[in-house]
């Protein structure tokens, strides 16, 4: 069974702060990495995409890989109120078939 | 450039009844996804289309759940007849290919009464 795991929270930040949000996978074969934002009652967006180990930027948001742990994270710094959502891990297997995680409940306080 | 359109957006329905939900994915994107979520939890995936095939559909309810895409653009998913364990929202999503994003219509919340 290929399986996404991520902690469901809730991860609670002050303003400011760094988010760190982990996500792990059981399929060593998977290629590729996604990560959404969901606001609640909307469908997810997507965030970031990664393929191979190391970290990508993309403004406040920052993605890790690291194939050999079968490990993949989203920080986000300068945490903002509008980044609370739930933020879910998505990988795709070597099938092209693309799997979720439960996502992580973010809430950042003002 | 349009995203995925999804419709109708809200389902309200009777158990035993059937139900369908279409999806129109962004123009060039030869994958097409169809999952279901259920509040709390991450989307699962029911079927998944390369053109007008249906290469993954192991997660599909088959008793009562079926879906096709003619031509290799539009999708429809239906479900009958419905049960009330049906209620969630059902997404569909579209990408170019093998390994790329998927985007995201804004989904159809079915509730079974």
Redesign the interface.
């Known amino acids: 069974q290929k399986e996404?795991e991520?902690n469901?929270g809730p991860l609670s930040v002050p303003e400011g702060a760094i988010a760190s949000l982990n996500c792990t996978y059981s399929d060593r074969v998977s290629?590729?990495f996604?990560w959404?934002r969901q606001y609640s009652g909307?469908?997810?967006?997507?965030i970031m995409?990664i393929?191979s180990n190391g970290d990508k930027e993309d403004g406040r948001f920052t993605a890790q890989l690291n194939k050999a742990s079968q490990y993949v994270s989203l920080l986000i710094r300068d945490s903002q109120p509008s980044d609370s959502a739930t933020y879910?891990c998505?990988v795709?297997y070597n099938?092209?078939?693309?799997?979720?995680?439960?996502?992580t409940r973010l809430t950042v306080k003002p | 450039e349009a995203g995925v359109v999804q419709s109708p957006r809200y389902k309200i329905i009777e158990k035993k009844q059937p139900v369908a939900f279409w999806c129109n994915p962004i123009s060039g994107h030869n994958t097409l996804y169809w999952y279901l979520q259920n509040l709390g939890q991450g989307p699962e995936l029911l079927i998944r289309y390369e053109n007008e095939e249906a290469v993954d559909d192991s997660q599909l309810p088959k008793d009562r759940f079926s879906a096709e895409r003619l031509k290799g653009v539009d999708s429809t998913l239906k479900i009958q007849p419905a049960e009330l364990g049906d209620s969630a929202v059902y997404l569909c999503a579209s990408s170019l290919g093998a390994e790329t994003e998927a985007f995201f219509g804004q989904g159809t919340r079915l509730t079974v009464v």
């Open positions: 996404v991520q469901s290629q590729s996604f959404y909307k469908s997810p967006e997507l995409s393929y879910l998505a795709s099938n092209n078939d693309m799997r979720f995680g439960a996502g």
